[in-house]
């Protein structure tokens, strides 16, 4: 009997991360601060800052529905989705190459508004397009962002660098992006439909999400950031990088995750749990970090934050203008143990994340997220 | 009567281009010394050194075909494509990020032989490959690379620089890129398979190109040369954009185009003809440059050149691991004018690039290059 070809499905994506890392993560150069495996790479070119690198995909019919997200929020995203890297790391985007992959029938209009997205979301990070690429596929929609940015020497924030008793915290809402996702697909059936500000709402949750830029920035100077990343695959998922990435377990409240209103609303009117949303929906783009327990009240008023420990779960929705009215929730702490994530229940009980939910994210190898 | 809906197909690779230049090359930040429409773009970040930042994708069946090249050329190839705009910049390649988008059945075996082949070509050239991303796509392999690399800032060579009078040179030989995808897609006949030394070295040729780094360094570094672009839409699109760039007319000289051994030999056996080949095969990645007509002896003596002006056609072939042995051949020059090819033929005539040759190269978005 032959055996069968081994794919990229088998190993899936993190396996697949792990395979680059043990092959490219060897006697690097000492320019190489931080190679395959974080948020982004981390170089040094001498000077005070470091340079941040990273890259990102946006793929037709896979991260996104062809053809119902406008042009316009599609360039938008795929600036979003690299630069919420880059803030992970307590870093400023700067300059962005793109690498666009598309049927020669693809309309000028659609390039207009896709690049004036891109320039838009650009500009309000204070960042540049620089360069990039152009080709024809047969029939995908294929778009690559290069994003390059700074970070000073002495305010990288890494995913490592958490000791058990950090608490941990989140900027903004979750679940956000999920609801938008359920509206978008025409999951909400046609009474919702009437509510027309709810319904935009979640769409843009989804479609033109907006990276933690100036909060990543301000956690990075505050000092008391001991790791952090940023929520792309689902906070769980998240959740479980850094617990690994630290060797160390983490314990989450439920009743403390800030689920986001529109997240409850479109949740009730498809019968889903928000709380499910909210775990493992992926693509709020909020940051995920950690801080010495004792040094949680310092941190909020550096914010300008009241240091309340609020027990409620749901929380307004965000300012994107200004980091003070930026919602910042302590939802679990690290302990010590070998990288696994637990959620704490309603009743106080401690069960692990996997028990709770059957999958926690998405695996872009391995398909879907739930 | 509706308007057609305009397209990619019909602006072209280089309208849009132009579109994009017009929209993001305005009231640009005093870091970006050069943004899109080089080679590369140029990022001060301090220092005695620039930033380079370029990215360039290869498409399967679009760029190359599927299942006919091994997974470890791939690899190589993506390097080295984007490499060579490096080196037509001077610059020395560093850091690269691989943005890989592919089905999830991909095997494992392709992707260990791939990346490989990635980490190869980057060793050779003393880069590394500090990050990236993996996605899924529905069919298609979709491969963006973003390579970082450094030239000193008194070094940068850039399209533009030339002044009329000054000689065109070209490193290597022309033609044998498209004579191994000729061989490689089959076009031979049973016959010629059996010269396996032929066949093997055009296939290497079209898999397997090796970026003029270490060329485009001493070249730099010579302080002779005033433009420099590589070879990758063919001799006589490239010839155009530094004609364009520079504002100048370019006379190139038919009998001086060294075309290579295996253009000739695999052209005479599919009834083609070498010197079309060399003129708008493309993709020979070999470098073009200009130095003022006085100093071209200098620069021979610079590179350890006799500084001979050969009328023959052909050429022995290059040596990748010594500059000293990469033939450089002047092949024309440049005039006053508005950005016009002129071939100057057996006889001494002289005459538009257009009338000799119906098509110029290629467009990714026009499609073909022939």
């Not at 070809?5 to 190489?32: C, Q, Y």
């Not at 070119?45 to 053809?67: K, M, N, R, W």
């Not at 630069?83 to 300059?95: E, I, K, L, Q």
């Not at 620089?130 to 596929?137: D, E, L, Q, S, Y």
């Amino acid at each position: 009997m032959e055996e069968a070809v081994k794919t990229l499905a088998d190993i899936g994506e993190f396996g697949f991360i792990e395979f680059l890392r043990s092959k490219f993560n060897v006697n690097l150069d000492p320019s190489v601060v931080l190679g395959i495996g974080d948020d982004v790479a981390v170089i040094d070119v001498g000077g005070s800052e470091y340079l941040l690198a990273t890259c990102d995909s946006q793929i037709g019919d896979v991260h996104f529905p062809v053809g119902l997200i406008p042009p316009y929020d599609l360039g938008c995203r795929i600036v979003e989705v690299n630069a919420s890297d880059v803030a992970a790391m307590g870093g400023t985007p700067r300059w962005a190459l793109l690498g666009l992959n598309l049927p020669s029938q693809t309309s000028i209009t659609f390039l207009e508004e896709f690049y004036t997205g891109v320039g838009d979301s650009l500009a309000r990070m204070g960042a540049w397009l620089v360069g990039g690429n152009c080709a024809r596929t047969k029939q995908e929609l294929v778009i690559d962002l290069f994003l390059m940015g700074t970070v000073p020497k002495n305010q990288l924030v890494r995913r490592k660098g958490a000791s058990a008793g950090d608490v941990v915290l989140v900027t903004g809402t979750l679940g956000k992006s999920r609801a938008g996702l359920e509206v978008v697909l025409g999951n909400m059936g046609t009474a919702f439909t009437e509510n027309v500000s709810v319904v935009e709402r979640a769409k843009q949750s989804f479609f033109h999400p907006r990276a933690r830029i100036t909060e990543g920035r301000k956690l990075a100077q505050s000092g008391f950031v001991t790791a952090m990343i940023d929520i792309s695959d689902g906070l769980l998922q998240d959740l479980g990088h850094l617990a690994s990435e630290n060797q160390l377990d983490v314990v989450v409240d439920i009743a403390r995750i800030p689920v986001d209103p529109l997240c409850e609303e479109i949740a009730k009117q498809v019968g889903a749990d928000p709380l499910v949303w909210a775990l493992i929906g992926g693509e709020d783009y909020e940051l995920l970090f950690s801080v010495p327990g004792d040094r949680v009240p310092e941190l909020m008023a550096w914010l300008g934050h009241e240091a309340t420990m609020s027990s409620s779960r749901t929380i307004s929705p965000c300012s994107e203008s200004d980091v003070l009215t930026t919602p910042i929730t302590p939802i679990g702490f690290f302990r010590e143990g070998s990288g696994r994530v637990f959620l704490k229940g309603l009743n106080g009980e401690i069960i692990p994340s996997e028990a709770f939910i059957g999958a926690s994210g998405w695996d872009h190898f391995r398909g879907g997220n739930s």
